[in-house]
């Protein structure tokens, strides 16, 4: 067979069986890494290359699955000569029968962020040497199998498709439940792996093939139906004691019949198969068309363990976007991500479906901090995204980054735009938003703004973006301005949806701008839009009223069965009475002899833990007080209080800790203040923190952020896992005179002690406080600290001390 | 039990966290508050439904581990035993996007599901030991309890060869990084000592511990052992 024809098959491919099995079988020593074999004894690996080429094997995978840097070290040997040895004697064993050779890749053997620390771009870096050496060693095609992470596989399939043209087959395995270790769902592999442009996509390893078989089922049905799909199954289960797998030869070929139906482009095996297994295939899927029959696809937005097939309303959270929100501003100019991921986590509890992010603040660096939101939200929240911007570089950033299949938003009728976007759309394989409007700006006639939509789906789909991803916005006018237009707005997305065959979205809360009680018209707006076919409602989930209109109308038009869902959520509420018993949200300060007087609720608040009961206070407290008079009167005097408990072993770690969340709830509320004041912050001094080079434990460098900022501090948090060269260049961009540091392991103080050195390298004016569970008094000297901090309470003490403040 | 394959071993999730060790790992003393209670309630839910507790095991002779078991302390645990069963649990990736999400915005939340979080994985390691005890029985032999890289003078720095050996990434997605930590957070490694007699093993105690020179509970005169 020819590299080229490789899909023009018309019967079933088989693919070959374990490589590991062989080995140990021929007695590979307990540690002895399989690859290096390769050039150790190129003979033994040649000749299980050729019994499973005389089995009827049409690709040979070689012997280079663990051929990253990372699972070679020690043994002497680089990436290059690992694989071009193992190439080679695939393709010796290859010739006599005609079977192609495929550079096999897996997992790099390191956790990516945010689990672990492998940078994206490392990974993909990596991935691009493997591709590249196998590419030099004349490989017919790339075979990505065993993988766990989606995000991994993202690298490995940019890193390919930017290296070279060769053929791309990948592969994840997936346990029993259906997810694989990282909790990736078979459907979210196949969406994003085929968007990142993999000619065929499989399942193997983890099982036997009765267990994939379902899996494989799903696979099928969210792919086209000539779009190629593979299996490669283990021999079954392993026996509990360890004796190897239950299936043997025959009861595999047995198990392997079903899969007929699913019209595979190819099969073969994986851990525990041999040739034998292979060989009995033959007959198996002996006239065996690949290909099923076509189908509708839905359409798909997903991260890895959330896939919302978009069929019917669906909510977008709008909350993400500093339009007319100086407090999330003044976040995105500060780089303070915590409170976009407090906006994310509050969304996804109100039920949002998918996060529209929107950081385009005048002034900051847009790409930059693009990607740095996605990384931090997907960090904590699994909903898809939908990246909002007119800057194509911040959405080739955000789209790089992100994990999964996204949507992006937007492009319009404006060829130089749609140039611009869609091929980034295209290339990361994202969804894609196309506003009705153009040069011309945006048509008053439903017809019109119809035609450039149709330009837009035309333009998208010529540029290689399937049907199913395209989304039209109609565009809510506002009604206080321009209050003909609005039925426009609905006629429009009916004709699209109808005629055009694509999705629709809207930004539903525009149309009240202007007038009072908004939740009225947006909910109005909302279901007149939803009855002409709105697809994905860009809303504030917090509105009630919107998304109960949301739940009533899949109620009505008969998509929420036995009104489930309505009665999961709204079983055992009570209606909210009218106006008057909704008003006063918090009790009202007590003035009153008490120690303390108007302050003393809320300091009471804080030395309680009491959350939600502190933001109420501190609201109240702000129509009166100028929000740094509660900050010293109330905030500080009420943490010094637990503080001094805590030392004096009266309180302990999780009174403290309760204390610090409800002064941080209390100060989220002062800030919003501030910032709505437009006064200066009132910072008594700006401290930067980081968790070191090569830590992930950042707990206790949290604790330390939170009750800094809690005594009235300006903290730059970097986060953890933090190189050297950042600290440094953060505080000289800053302007920073105190940084503080954690670390936990006795593994990661060398980076502490080369972060150090390198900030008085720089020769910055400025100090250092260390934390850490192993650090003492005398290693924070030793390594060039200015003060060693034993908990978070001391590091608030030393800033206090550096800065002069109270 | 087979030698020399690295193999999967079935836990399962236990049905709640163990909150009276999740208050002590969270640092506090004695019979946590009603508050603390709450708080740590409240986050164990999240916690359980992100788990997804593996374990993988491989049997070898101790000549063959010569590369890998060093120092004292982990000789004289395994005394007496010519086999190992070593050991790796994970609670996966999702619970510490857990411990993040709960963290947000709410701190003293961020640490008591960290502190859930530990006693989660003790529970698992002990459910596993369990497991293979069971296993080591049904061949007439013992186990010691289990001895971890970190404990008295047996470094965390063994951890990529003990990864390596149980072929981890792959079996049970844990990874360990070049500074010698796992990931996904939440796993834990050991080893056991086999033997055809019954066997204990021995605990490091604090001689070499890291931590000794500030270690809370030794100088209120306990030990971590609880």
């Given at each position: 067979?020819?590299?080229?024809?490789?899909?023009?098959?018309?019967?079933?491919?088989?693919?070959?069986?374990?490589?590991?099995?062989?080995?140990?079988?021929?007695?590979?020593?307990?540690?002895?890494?399989?690859?290096?074999?390769?050039?150790?004894?190129?003979?033994?690996?040649?000749?299980?290359?050729?019994?499973?080429?005389?089995a009827?094997?049409?690709?040979l995978?070689?012997?280079?699955?663990?051929?990253?840097?990372?699972?070679?070290?020690?043994?002497?040997?680089?990436?290059?000569?690992?694989?071009?040895?193992?190439?080679?004697?695939?393709?010796?064993?290859?010739?006599?029968?005609?079977?192609?050779?495929?550079?096999?890749?897996?997992?790099l053997?390191?956790?990516?962020?945010?689990?672990?620390?492998?940078?994206?771009?490392?990974?993909?870096?990596?991935?691009?040497?493997?591709?590249?050496?196998?590419?030099?060693?004349g490989?017919?095609?790339?075979?990505?199998?065993?993988?766990?992470?989606?995000?991994?596989?993202?690298?490995?399939?940019?890193?390919?498709?930017?290296?070279?043209?060769?053929?791309?087959?990948a592969?994840?395995?997936?346990?029993?439940?259906?997810?694989?270790?990282?909790?990736?769902?078979?459907?979210?592999?196949?969406?994003?792996?085929?968007?990142?442009?993999a000619?065929?996509?499989?399942?193997?390893?983890?099982?036997?093939?009765?267990?994939?078989?379902?899996?494989?089922q799903?696979?099928?049905?969210?792919?086209?139906?000539?779009?190629?799909?593979?299996?490669?199954?283990?021999?079954?289960?392993?026996?509990?004691d360890?004796?190897?797998?239950?299936v043997?030869?025959q009861l595999?070929?047995?198990?392997?019949?079903?899969?007929?139906?699913?019209?595979?482009?190819?099969?073969?095996?994986?851990?525990?198969?041999?040739?034998?297994?292979?060989?009995?295939?033959?007959?198996?899927f002996?006239?065996?068309?690949?290909?099923?029959e076509?189908?509708?696809?839905?359409?798909?937005?997903?991260?890895?363990?959330?896939?919302?097939?978009?069929?019917?309303?669906?909510?977008?959270?709008?909350?993400?976007?500093?339009?007319?929100?100086?407090?999330?501003?003044?976040?995105?100019?500060?780089?303070?991500?915590?409170?976009?991921?407090?906006?994310?986590?509050?969304?996804?509890?109100?039920?949002?479906?998918?996060?529209?992010?929107?950081?385009?603040?005048?002034?900051?660096?847009?790409?930059?901090?693009?990607?740095?939101?996605?990384?931090?939200?997907?960090?904590?929240?699994?909903?898809?995204l939908?990246?909002?911007s007119?800057?194509?570089?911040?959405?080739?950033?955000?789209?790089?980054?992100?994990?999964?299949?996204p949507?992006?938003?937007?492009?319009?009728?404006?060829?130089?735009?749609?140039?611009?976007?869609?091929?980034?759309?295209?290339?990361?394989?994202?969804?894609?938003?196309?506003?009705?409007?153009?040069?011309?700006?945006?048509?008053?006639?439903?017809?019109?703004?119809?035609?450039?939509?149709?330009?837009?789906?035309?333009?998208?789909?010529?540029?290689?973006?399937?049907?199913?991803?395209?989304?039209?916005?109609?565009?809510?006018?506002?009604?206080?301005?321009?209050?003909?237009?609005?039925?426009?707005?609905?006629?429009?997305?009916?004709?699209?949806?109808?005629t055009?065959?694509?999705?629709?979205?809207?930004?539903?809360?525009?149309?009240?701008?202007?007038?009072?009680?908004?939740?009225?018209?947006?909910?109005?707006?909302?279901?007149?839009?939803?009855?002409?076919?709105?697809?994905?409602?860009?809303?504030?989930?917090?509105?009630?009223?919107?998304?109960?209109?949301?739940?009533a109308y899949?109620?009505?038009?008969?998509?929420?069965?036995?009104?489930?869902?309505?009665?999961?959520?709204?079983?055992?509420?009570?209606?909210?009475?009218?106006?008057?018993?909704?008003?006063?949200?918090?009790?009202?300060?007590?003035?009153?002899?008490?120690?303390?007087?108007?302050?003393?609720?809320?300091?009471?608040?804080?030395?309680?833990?009491?959350?939600?009961?502190?933001?109420?206070?501190?609201?109240?407290?702000?129509?009166?007080?100028?929000?740094?008079?509660?900050?010293?009167?109330?905030?500080?005097?009420?943490?010094?209080?637990?503080?001094?408990?805590?030392?004096?072993g009266?309180?302990?770690?999780?009174?403290?800790?309760?204390?610090?969340?409800a002064?941080?709830?209390?100060?989220?509320?002062?800030?919003?203040?501030?910032?709505?004041n437009?006064?200066a912050?009132?910072?008594?001094?700006?401290?930067?923190?980081?968790?070191?080079?090569?830590?992930?434990?950042?707990?206790?460098?949290?604790?330390?952020?939170?009750?800094?900022?809690?005594?009235?501090?300006?903290?730059?948090?970097?986060?953890?896992?933090?190189?050297?060269?950042?600290?440094?260049?953060?505080?000289?961009?800053?302007?920073?005179?105190?940084?503080?540091?954690?670390?936990?392991?006795?593994?990661?103080?060398?980076?502490?002690?080369?972060?150090?050195?390198?900030?008085?390298?720089?020769?910055?004016?400025?100090?250092?406080?260390?934390?850490?569970?192993?650090?003492?008094?005398?290693?924070?000297?030793?390594?060039?600290?200015?003060?060693?901090?034993?908990?978070?309470?001391?590091?608030?003490?030393?800033?206090?001390?550096?800065?002069?403040?109270? | 039990?087979?030698?020399?394959?690295?193999?999967?071993?079935?836990?399962?999730?236990?049905?709640?966290?163990?909150?009276?060790?999740?208050?002590?790992?969270?640092?506090?003393?004695?019979?946590?508050?009603?508050?603390?209670?709450?708080?740590?309630?409240?986050?164990?839910?999240?916690?359980?439904?992100?788990?997804?507790?593996?374990?993988?095991?491989?049997?070898?002779?101790?000549?063959?581990?010569?590369?890998?078991?060093?120092?004292?302390?982990?000789?004289?645990?395994?005394?007496?035993?010519?086999?190992?069963?070593?050991?790796?649990?994970?609670?996966?990736?999702?619970?510490?996007?857990?411990?993040?999400?709960?963290?947000?915005?709410?701190?003293?939340?961020?640490?008591?599901?960290?502190?859930?979080?530990?006693?989660?994985a003790?529970?698992?390691?002990?459910?596993?030991?369990?497991?293979?005890?069971?296993?080591?029985?049904?061949?007439?032999?013992y186990?010691?309890?289990?001895?971890?890289?970190?404990?008295?003078?047996?470094?965390?720095?063994?951890?990529?060869?003990?990864?390596?050996?149980?072929?981890t990434?792959?079996?049970?997605?844990?990874?360990?990084?070049?500074?010698?930590?796992?990931?996904?957070?939440?796993?834990?490694?050991a080893?056991?000592?086999?033997?055809?007699?019954?066997?204990?093993g021995?605990?490091?105690?604090?001689?070499?511990?890291?931590?000794?020179?500030?270690?809370?509970?030794?100088?209120?005169?306990q030990?971590?052992?609880?």
């Open positions: 067979m020819k590299a080229e024809d490789l899909f023009k098959q018309d019967n079933t491919l088989l693919l070959d069986g374990g490589m590991g099995t062989m080995l140990q079988a021929a007695g590979l020593a307990l540690g002895e890494k399989p690859e290096a074999l390769n050039l150790k004894d190129p003979a033994l690996i040649e000749s299980i290359h050729a019994r499973y080429a005389a009827g094997s049409a690709i995978n070689a012997n280079t699955f663990g051929a990253s840097a990372h699972k070679l070290a020690g043994t002497g040997y680089t990436v290059e000569q690992v694989i071009a040895a193992g190439i080679g004697c695939a393709k010796r064993a290859a010739a006599p029968y005609g079977a192609l050779v495929a550079l096999d890749v897996g997992p053997g390191e956790l990516l962020e945010p689990s672990g620390t492998l940078a994206f771009e490392d990974a993909v870096e990596e991935y691009a040497r493997i591709v590249r050496a196998g590419v030099a060693a490989a017919d095609l790339v075979f990505f199998e065993t993988f766990t992470d989606l995000y991994e596989l993202k690298a490995a399939l940019l890193a390919c498709k930017e290296n070279c043209d060769l053929p791309i087959l592969s994840m395995s997936f346990e029993a439940g259906g997810r694989t270790f990282t909790g990736c769902t078979v459907e979210s592999f196949a969406a994003t792996a085929r968007g990142l442009g000619d065929a996509l499989g399942i193997n390893c983890s099982l036997g093939p009765k267990e994939i078989f379902p899996m494989a799903r696979l099928a049905a969210a792919l086209p139906g000539d779009y190629p799909v593979f299996v490669k199954p283990n021999a079954g289960l392993p026996r509990a360890g004796s190897g797998y239950d043997t030869p595999f070929a047995h198990q392997m019949k079903p899969y007929r139906a699913l019209g595979l482009f190819a099969a073969g095996g994986c851990c525990g198969t041999t040739p034998d297994y292979i060989r009995l295939l033959n007959s198996v002996a006239g065996c068309q690949p290909g099923r076509a189908h509708p696809m839905p359409s798909v937005l997903c991260t890895p363990v959330d896939c919302v097939t978009v069929d019917g309303i669906t909510v977008v959270g709008e909350r993400i976007n500093p339009t007319g929100k100086k407090r999330f501003q003044q976040a995105v100019r500060e780089g303070d991500m915590n409170y976009l991921l407090e906006v994310a986590v509050s969304q996804a509890e109100s039920g949002a479906a998918v996060l529209d992010v929107n950081v385009g603040v005048p002034g900051v660096d847009e790409p930059a901090v693009m990607a740095r939101a996605i990384k931090a939200i997907q960090s904590v929240v699994s909903l898809p939908q990246l909002d007119s800057n194509p570089e911040a959405l080739a950033r955000g789209l790089r980054v992100y994990n999964g299949k949507i992006v938003n937007s492009v319009n009728g404006e060829r130089a735009v749609l140039e611009k976007i869609l091929p980034l759309c295209k290339k990361y394989g994202a969804a894609v938003v196309g506003l009705t409007l153009d040069e011309n700006g945006i048509p008053k006639e439903a017809a019109r703004r119809v035609e450039i939509a149709r330009r837009i789906r035309d333009a998208a789909l010529e540029a290689g973006i399937p049907r199913e991803d395209i989304y039209i916005d109609c565009l809510t006018l506002t009604a206080s301005a321009q209050q003909e237009d609005v039925l426009a707005t609905v006629q429009a997305l009916r004709e699209c949806k109808e055009l065959g694509v999705r629709t979205v809207l930004g539903v809360s525009n149309i009240s701008f202007g007038l009072p009680c908004r939740p009225y018209l947006n909910t109005t707006f909302l279901t007149m839009a939803m009855s002409a076919g709105l697809d994905l409602a860009i809303m504030n989930p917090a509105s009630e009223e919107m998304m109960a209109a949301v739940y899949n109620v009505l038009t008969n998509r929420d069965k036995q009104s489930a869902a309505y009665i999961a959520r709204y079983a055992g509420r009570t209606l909210p009475q009218a106006a008057a018993a909704a008003a006063p949200s918090a009790p009202a300060p007590a003035e009153g002899a008490e120690p303390g007087g108007i302050y003393a609720p809320l300091m009471k608040a804080v030395e309680q833990g009491l959350k939600g009961e502190a933001a109420a206070q501190t609201r109240a407290l702000l129509a009166e007080k100028e929000p740094l008079a509660v900050v010293d009167e109330a905030l500080i005097p009420a943490l010094d209080v637990v503080g001094a408990k805590y030392e004096k009266t309180l302990f770690l999780p009174q403290l800790l309760q204390a610090a969340s002064a941080q709830s209390a100060f989220e509320e002062i800030k919003t203040a501030i910032a709505k437009g006064a912050g009132g910072s008594k001094g700006r401290i930067l923190l980081a968790t070191v080079k090569g830590d992930v434990h950042d707990i206790g460098k949290n604790i330390v952020r939170v009750i800094l900022e809690n005594y009235g501090f300006e903290v730059i948090d970097l986060g953890r896992d933090v190189p050297v060269e950042a600290v440094v260049e953060t505080a000289r961009e800053k302007e920073i005179h105190l940084v503080g540091l954690s670390a936990l392991m006795t593994t990661t103080l060398k980076s502490m002690e080369e972060t150090i050195a390198a900030l008085h390298a720089a020769g910055l004016d400025c100090k250092v406080m260390v934390g850490g569970a192993v650090l003492t008094e005398s290693y924070a000297k030793q390594i060039g600290a200015d003060w060693y901090a034993k908990d978070a309470k001391q590091s608030a003490d030393i800033a206090r001390a550096f800065f002069g403040v109270s | 039990m087979q030698k020399n394959i690295p193999c999967p071993l079935g836990v399962e999730l236990p049905a709640q966290i163990d909150l009276v060790e999740a208050a002590r790992y969270f640092g506090a003393r004695g019979q946590p508050d009603p508050g603390t209670l709450a708080l740590l309630e409240r986050c164990a839910g999240p916690l359980l439904k992100a788990a997804a507790p593996r374990a993988v095991w491989l049997r070898a002779g101790r000549e063959s581990l010569s590369g890998l078991i060093r120092g004292k302390d982990a000789e004289k645990h395994l005394a007496g035993c010519g086999e190992c069963v070593l050991l790796a649990v994970t609670l996966g990736a999702g619970v510490d996007e857990a411990i993040r999400r709960l963290g947000v915005g709410d701190i003293a939340a961020g640490v008591a599901a960290d502190a859930l979080a530990s006693a989660l003790e529970q698992v390691c002990d459910a596993a030991e369990a497991a293979l005890r069971q296993l080591a029985a049904g061949e007439s032999l186990l010691t309890g289990r001895f971890s890289p970190g404990y008295g003078d047996w470094p965390i720095q063994v951890q990529p060869e003990l990864a390596r050996l149980l072929d990434p792959r079996r049970i997605g844990l990874c360990v990084t070049d500074s010698f930590l796992m990931t996904p957070r939440k796993s834990v490694t080893v056991l000592g086999l033997s055809e007699q019954p066997v204990t021995w605990r490091a105690g604090c001689g070499q511990c890291a931590l000794r020179e500030k270690c809370e509970y030794r100088k209120r005169g030990t971590c052992e609880g």
